[in-house]
Nanobody, 123 residues
Framework: QVQLVESGGGLVQDGGSLRLSCAASGVTFDDYAIGWFRQTPGRQRESVALSRRDDPARYLESVKGRFTISRDTSKHTVDLEMTSLKAEDAGTYYC?????????????????WGQGTQVTVSS
């Protein structure tokens, strides 16, 4: 069974920095995509930073130049370094992964989500 566990969320002031981490456990064979989404109350979840096989780093326009995604395929981990944080960056950040894994009988491809980690930006 594949599980994603996030860490690193917290409270920061405007202009501050946070580093989010996500670790995947379980047997995986193909890491097609892994990255970060965020969601705020009343808004649809949006992709913040995503690493894919055909695109190592794709960012939400509003975070370009401030966020950096780092992926370690061999360890099945992904980090998100966030700098110059703004109030608009606040929300719940979810680790996302698109993995192919073996369940003992079949190879399966599924989307996986972490439980979410809260990022709060104060003024």
């Amino acid at each position: 069974q594949v599980q994603l566990v996030e860490s690193g969320g917290g409270l920061v002031q405007d202009g501050g920095s946070l580093r989010l981490s996500c670790a995947a456990s379980g047997v995986t064979f193909d890491d097609y995509a892994i990255g970060w989404f965020r969601q705020t109350p009343g808004r649809q979840r949006e992709s913040v930073a995503l690493s894919r096989r055909d695109d190592p780093a794709r960012y939400l326009e509003s975070v370009k130049g401030r966020f950096t995604i780092s992926r370690d395929t061999s360890k099945h981990t992904v980090d998100l370094e966030m700098t110059s944080l703004k109030a608009e960056d606040a929300g719940t950040y979810y680790c996302f992964a698109d993995f192919t894994y073996y369940n003992g009988s079949f190879y399966l491809r599924n989307d996986f989500w972490g439980q979410g980690t809260q990022v709060t930006v104060s003024s």
